[in-house]
């Protein structure tokens, strides 16, 4: 088996599945080291769920080590698949060369990456002191550089919030966060920790509207926003020398394209049933690659799925039934539901809006509810586990084209 990707997802796929019985699994990562992006998330909230410990992002990257270790996982570095093919031929560059592998199965875990300044066309000059907040993050965490004095942040993701209070604790002082939508993009947790607590003001349906500078940024002019656009006469200017873009994350999905699967729009990846099998039999997407998640936890807690099944996986297709999102729902994992399995599945979504408290339903038609689950604060930040009872997976028949809504009482 090759897994390709060493980050949270891919460790947690590939120990996993060595754990299932798989003779042989392979690794391939094209950094120099597993780990991802975890080990410039020095901050805490890693692995309560998956290890029922509170670690830091290096913490977790250095356990999910271990397990690999342990588990005698064969680990490629350095090495990138440039072609894959349907058959699950994977074309590998390493510093070795050039060579073609084809296992029984695949598991692809490359994550995703962050969109630029180019993706979101925000006017005005193109000076130095714009940075995507991932690419902040490792400059300061890992490089030790200082990115800036006088910062300000677009976007409210979790990344973003985390990088705003880590300038401030580096020194910067950090203008504002702005948020197109009216309500956070990152988790309460973080608008708390790392807004809230060191007074950095949050700017809710707000946008930059244009970058000034010449060589360096001098300042942002930032607008209010109404029905998505910006309200004349309403901006202000902040005196920064930093733009730090938080403006979400699209999963890696070219070698999904080059084997031939059609891409969601609404995920940006291949539709998967519940094991995070695609649809060509023995080929698997995992971690942000399928979707992107609130916690690295459910992250790997999903690849631990994908990589039990991987080993399973024989070649035969069971009949299976579609599940897509309505206009309540952003975006719903899995989009497939294979029939006829033991253990009946479980669906993660997000909703649109804020909603205190919601119904989800499970829909056959515009009237036959499946299943249905009352949720307590429903944020688009976070996913919402919705685990379908054995009666209601029964029920399912294939071919059946089901909706996920979500409704306020």
Sequence with gaps: MAVVGGGPAGMAAAVSAKKAGADRVVIIERAERLGGVLPQCIHSGFGVNYYGEDLTGPEFAERLRADVKAANIEVWLNAMVIEAYPDKTLIVSRPEGISSVKPDAVIFAVGARERPRGA???????????????TAQYM???QGFEVGKEVFVLGSGDIGLITARRM??????????AELMPFPGGLARNVQQCLKDFDIPLLLS????EVLGSERVEAVKVAEVRNGKAVPNTE?????????????????????RQIGLRILPYTGSAAVDQFFQMDISGVFVVGNGVGIWDLVDNVAISASIAGARAVKSRGDRPEVAEVSPTDT?????PQRLSLGELEPPRLWFRVARPMPVGVALLTRGEDEVIARKGFAGLKPAEMAEFPLKEEQYR???????LQLTVEQP
């Design 206 to 209: 707000h946008t930059v509207t």
């Design 329 to 333: 729902v952003r975006v719903v994992i």
């Design 168 to 177: 401030a604790l580096e020194g910067a002082k950090v203008h504002g966060v």
């Design 236 to 256: 202000k200017v902040f005196p920064v020398d930093t733009l730090v873009l938080s403006v979400g994350l699209l999963p890696e999905a070219e070698l999904l």
């Design 395 to 401: 029920a399912i028949r294939p071919g059946d084209k």
């Design 120 to 134: 979101i066309a925000i006017p005005g000059t193109r000076p130095a002191g714009v940075y995507t907040a991932g």
């Design 140 to 142: 300061i965490n890992i």
